[in-house]
């Protein structure tokens, strides 16, 4: 199976750290968050990549270049951050035809990819409980169909997700930057074409520097 990491983002709100390391690249229990993701992925049998890279990218490159266990590795530059969705259109031609496995490069995870299903005809996410930060979470589900209530909603999108790339091919002539929860996910699910399923396994998202502690708190007491 083929899995696309997304790792172009900025880094803002991680500065200063990230003035001079891409966020992917900051470590986490004596590992960076990328190839954290990279192992877990294919210790489930993922064995070719696909990874956007903008800001810092050649640090990445380089980094990612000496994973010996990685059979195939596809680096795709972006001259700016095309944004979640634009970067998957952008890499449309190296997707292939089958569902692939998406992930970002800046979260902590222990999800069980044994309970994605191999084969969706639009995408199938995974649902995480709301963290502090999202107390109002992203959507809830029914009946296995994503939903998203006006008010609270009972999960969080994860970041990781199973997607059929032909769900990309509607917006190929679409101006970059766009993200794809709003621009491509958010139609989708309107019309009860989206599955998910909940895992209660470890997760955090590591997008700021506060978050970056918590990481390395938790991680630090499990070992």
């Given at each position: 199976m083929k899995a696309m990491i997304l790792a172009a983002g900025l880094g803002s709100r991680m500065q200063p750290i990230t003035n001079k390391i891409p966020k992917p690249l900051i470590d986490v229990?004596?590992?960076?968050?990328?190839?954290?993701s990279i192992n877990q992925l294919l210790a489930f049998g993922v064995n070719e990549f696909v990874i956007n890279v903008s800001y810092l990218g050649d640090q990445i490159k380089e980094a990612l270049q000496s994973m010996d266990r990685i059979s195939k590795i596809i680096f795709i530059d972006e001259p700016f951050p095309y944004g979640t969705g634009g970067a998957l259109v952008n890499?449309?031609?190296f997707l292939g035809s089958d569902p692939f496995i998406l992930s970002t490069a800046d979260i902590i995870f222990d999800l069980s990819f044994r309970q994605l299903p191999p084969n969706v005809e639009t995408v199938h996410l995974v649902a995480v409980k709301n963290p502090e930060h999202n107390q109002g979470g992203d959507f809830s589900i029914k009946e296995n169909f994503v939903l998203i209530k006006d008010e609270m909603n009972d999960f969080t999108y994860s970041g990781v997700s199973v997607i059929n790339p032909n769900i990309l091919d509607a917006h190929l002539s679409r101006e970059y930057p766009f993200d794809l929860w709003n621009t491509v996910l958010k139609p989708l699910i309107a019309k009860s074409m989206i599955?998910?399923?909940?895992?209660?396994?470890?997760?955090?998202?590591v997008g700021t520097v506060d978050r970056l502690k918590l990481a390395r708190r938790v991680l630090k007491d499990e070992n």
């Open positions: 229990g004596g590992i960076s968050l990328i190839e954290r890499a449309r031609d599955t998910a399923h909940f895992d209660d396994s470890l997760w955090i998202d």
